[in-house]
């Protein structure tokens, strides 16, 4: 027989206690985080343990355990839904379902419609704050992660929320978590003077007066999006899309571009033609020049000397969870490398993390660029992050088995990436740990180009010229 109860004291945790002989490990397992009993004790006839309810991971700081299932190992026992401050838990049986913290109260449509009205119609003036958002409150990262920093550097005084899907996500020194949903989370973001996102906005956002939409967007395009999407890829034009990407480009008042080309595309992708655009370079790229990655490397466990190649494909319109077009295990043993694999932010809820010798999965890791920063070489497809690794100078390879399916099919691009690709197109484990041990030097006349076009601004200093230009223009 197990008994279970939550606890608070000192800290979130699951409580079991159980008869006879200890289980030999109390853990619980999730997609891509994992703990086990702090303190497992027992002599044969009773045990306990105590699992807590958060987690460390990549060398930050102890935060709650993402929302989501985990597989309790070791024991079976049963607690009904119960609020912790800091998450929601239920277990029944070997599954423990945790829910961000957001009172019960709030937690349906009706409530929700209810505080979106609170929020649409409140009185009173606008707050000197600034509301980011990063890929949908998943993590406290990209470029708004990189503006909230040089903003904070020169006006202090400014308050800085950040939208989290929960309290799993850590938020940069000195900024306030809101968590999406609580009526906190309602009550910044119709308050703040100024509000950063890198993706849409969601629930019905309505701008209120004074309020200014700074969109960072999150990379330069090279597969179509938005408008360009309706036709012909999808079977003709998507009137539904149509209205929505129109309807979501008016929420804009500021859009931020990488390069010209950037700029260009993405305005025409989202009907964007009669408001401003910043070619400034993307703040997020910043640390690719006047970073050195030795705290990231610590944090995975890598030696400075190891090489370490990063594979990061884009995600699929036709699939949920990332692509498996090379075994990291066997792409390792073959190069005598630390492989990284980075899924699309996409595919962070879906699918498990890869595990094997020198593999470690870091599709949960919180900035994407202190990865590119320690990568020795990039392994992409059709991701945008091409034109971000770029800035180091750093050799590319574009593993691309799907290549006619994704152009034909699925997405199509806004040019011919075989022509233009600082790196080898392969399509094959084979031909790529062949194109890994040669010369890169081959492309060094097309990586020149590519630079010129694509990483004119990326200097170090974008973050700086976008918030002079918040600062210059008032916005906070």
């Known amino acids: 027989m197990t008994t279970a109860q939550f ?13 006879g002989p200890r289980p030999a490990e109390v853990a619980l397992v999730g997609a891509r985080a994992r703990v086990t009993a702090s303190s497992l004790t027992g002599r044969g006839k009773t045990w306990r343990a105590v699992v807590p309810l958060q987690v460390a991971r ?39 379902r945790i829910d961000p913290p957001i009172d019960p109260a709030y937690d349906s449509g009706e409530a929700q419609d209810a505080l979106e009205r609170r929020y649409a119609t409140r009185p009173g003036g606008l707050e000197n704050a600034v509301f980011y958002e990063s890929f949908y409150g998943r993590s ?15 006006r202090p005084d400014i308050i800085r929320y950040w939208s989290v899907v929960d309290l799993s996500v850590q938020v940069p ?31 019905r956002f309505e701008r209120r007066p004074g309020q200014r939409v700074l969109q960072t967007w999150h990379g330069t395009p090279v597969k179509r999006l938005a408008l360009h999407r309706s036709f012909p890829f999808g079977g003709g034009l998507d009137v539904r899309r149509t209205l929505a990407v129109l309807r979501e480009s008016r929420r804009w008042n500021i859009l931020l571009a990488q390069n010209p080309y950037g700029a260009r595309i993405l305005r025409k992708a989202y009907g964007f033609l009669t408001r401003p655009t910043w070619v400034e370079g993307y703040p997020r790229n910043d640390v690719l020049v006047t970073g050195d990655g030795a705290a990231t490397r610590r944090a995975l466990g890598i030696g400075a000397d190891e090489k370490v190649l990063l ?11 990332m692509v498996d077009f090379v075994d990291p295990v066997q792409l390792a043993a073959d190069t005598g490398s630390v492989v990284l694999v980075r899924g699309h932010s996409r595919t962070l809820l879906p699918g498990r993390d890869a595990v094997g010798p020198r593999v470690i999965d870091v599709t949960a890791f919180p900035d994407m660029s202190q990865l590119l920063l320690i990568a020795d070489a990039l392994i992409t497809d059709y991701s945008s992050v091409m034109f971000d690794y770029s800035v180091t100078g750093k050799p590319m390879y574009f593993l691309v088995p799907d ?11 806004y040019f011919d990436l075989g022509e233009r690709a600082p790196g080898p197109l392969v399509r094959t484990r084979a031909e790529l740990v062949e194109a890994l041990a040669a010369d890169p030097g081959a492309y060094a006349e097309k990586y020149a180009h590519w630079r010129s076009m694509f990483n004119a601004r990326d200097d170090g200093h974008a973050a700086e010229r976008v918030v002079a230009r918040i600062i210059d223009q008032r916005l906070v």
């Open 7 to 19: 606890v608070t004291d000192p800290f979130p945790a699951l409580e079991l206690r159980g008869t």
């Open 58 to 96: 990549w060398g930050g700081p102890v935060l709650p355990l993402p929302s989501g299932d985990y597989e309790l190992v070791g024991a079976v026992a049963s607690v009904p839904l119960t609020q912790l401050g800091t998450l929601r838990a239920a277990l029944d049986d070997t599954l423990l």
């Open 140 to 154: 406290a990262s990209c470029n708004p992660l990189a503006i909230d920093r040089r903003l904070a550097e020169v």
């Open 173 to 203: 020194e000195g900024a306030v978590p809101v968590v999406e949903g609580s009526p906190e989370w309602w009550r910044a973001r119709g308050a703040a003077r100024l509000i950063v996102v890198n993706d849409w906005l969601r629930r």
């Open 311 to 321: 594979y990061a494909p884009t995600w699929r319109d036709d699939r949920a969870e």
């Open 403 to 413: 290549l006619e399916h994704y152009r034909g099919e699925l997405r199509g691009f």
